[in-house]
């Protein structure tokens, strides 16, 4: 285990600024997921963290040692790619051996470490095969043994699961979140794929433009998003945002308007976010069906509300509806979230 | 639906007579000299010539490898005819000698121009350097100078090194033209191979050394082989600086003492082309030997295709 600390760290490719001053602190053990869209900076942190870009300004420590300028190879961390980079020309016991093999250790070492990884991942059988000869789900099996069999105190994983199909990929997101909590290492995971984040991570730094939006628990991150971006960002279907002001106590735009527990100041102009799925049956929302969606355990539905306002529910697969069916449902508004519209921060 | 058979027909036989013709082209003058090299002279001058010998013969080989023990005067030059292929021209005992600095001279030259090339184009290619492009466009700008404008100034920094006359002189000649081109072929190739690869190594424990040595050599075994066969072959074939850094036998490489041959007050065909066929003999072999390494596919599997 070990203990990451990023203090301002930066790296620019000429005037293009990837990652802008970050302060990240991991903890012992801890599984942080740096998630966000394409360009927003998280492969560039996980590579300044494991040594292979070169950090433009700010420190790295890891524990108490800094390890800004330090090679990779002395790192002492363990990555796993989206692309496997497995060793084309090694078998797999090779492949997963060679991490120990470069560390000098002797055959029987290697031998015991390599048979041990490869039945923790159930590859055992595969371990003569080269990987041209294996499924996309068997190679990072074998990615994730040379990860493993070094037992280093870092993990760090570029999307791992990416070129997966969405079977593989639950059982092998499963598999990790197992594979942390039996080696009890520090795991720094880049994904922009929400489910991963929410369901692996201890923390998840939401990041945009080289910034860190938001760090917090995947609940709170749900739960509380700090700005529009993080808010759009998790949760399927999206958030659903609607620009209006603040008048009486509620949020009005046209002739939709909902009471709010918590009013900012009157006439402010706000976004409002709903969670698809923060809707009961039976309030006092009125809106008209436009497309329902069933997916089997539940149902999505298109609907337009009073004054024009377009929104998607999460509901029930009960709900019974129909294109041009008029409905009504209530919303809680402690379950409201409300953004300033200026500066698209939580109120 | 299949296609109608006459064009099938044409195309097939289209492609029959080209590749025919290629072959011809391209085997053709290999084809005569092996088969003069085993016919008299009188047989090989012969209108119409004979394709194939009547009446083969080793005596050209057998003169080339006695030729050591038989000494040729001023007085004796005439002693053979060159009809009857008897005729031993004057430098034949320097064949074996020259067969000998060619191979010296290919070997190193090979094994040199890959130690240099290999772990230039590493950095070129690998390596993220303040000047790497310029680095890159600098070895590329000497190949762009033709050999015969390099003579006249090679000459004189040989000549200053006190390297006329030996192997070294054209090792070093030869190195400097392979090494570029080289460098140049294994850089596309090294760029080539996926980078995760190469993150993957330094994670796992790889220097810089050891990521060439255990990831990168063995995935660009085709290019390497590529580039030993090259440089040896440029080596083996080289003429025009061999002419003039090397002007006594002791240096002298296989062209020169080949070339010779021709020159003299009389020339035997079999005899030169006998010589040619053992002049063919290391390269022939070489090809024969590395041709099963210049396979494509060494990076399948690597990374998510």
Redo the contacts between chains.
Sequence with gaps: MARITCAALTKSYGAVLAVDALDLSIGHGEFMVLLGPSGCGKTTTLNMI???E?ISAGRLLFDETEVTWT???KRE???V?????????KTVRENIA??LR??GQSASEIERAVGAAAEQLEITHLLGR?????S?GQ?QRVALG?AIV?KPSVF?MDEPLS?LDATLRLSMRGLIKRLHQELKATFVYVTHDQAEAMTLADRIAVMKGGLIQQLDTPEGIYERPGNIFVAGFLGSPPINLVEGVIADGAFIRGDFRLPLSKPPEEGRAVVLGLRPEDVSAGGDVAARVELVSPLGSETHLDVLAEGGVALTLRVPKEWRAAPGDRLSFGIDPARLHIFDKASETRL | MKKPLAPRVTRAILLTLFSAIFVLYVAGPVAWLVSSSLQSEAEITRVPPNWLPQNPSIANFEAIFSAADRVVTYENRRQGEALTSTFLPSGAANLLPAMRNSLVIGLWVAALNLLLSVTAAYAIAVI?FRGRRATLYTVLATRVVPDIALVVPLFLVIRNLGLINSLGALVVTYLAITVPFTIFILISYFEGI?R??Y?????????HG?ALW??YL??SLPALVASLTFAFLTSWNEFVFALVLTQNVAAQTLPIIISGFIMDFTTSFSFVNAAGVIAIIPPVLMAVVFQRYIVSG???????G
Excluded: W
């Excluded at chain 1, 790619?81 to 020309?89: D, E, K, R, V």
């Excluded at chain 1, 080269?130 to 294996?134: D, H, Q, S």
């Excluded at chain 2, 060494?298 to 998510?304: C, D, I, Q, R, S």
């Design positions: 494991a040594g292979l070169e090679p990779p190879h961390v363990a990555m790619f989206q692309s496997y980079a497995l060793y084309p020309n060679f991490p470069l560390r080269r990987p041209n000869e294996l996309g190679r040379r070094r760090l070129n | 993220d996926p995760d690869l993150r993957a190594a330094r994670i796992d424990g790889c220097g050891r255990h990831v063995p995935l060494l990076t399948a599997g690597a990374v998510k």
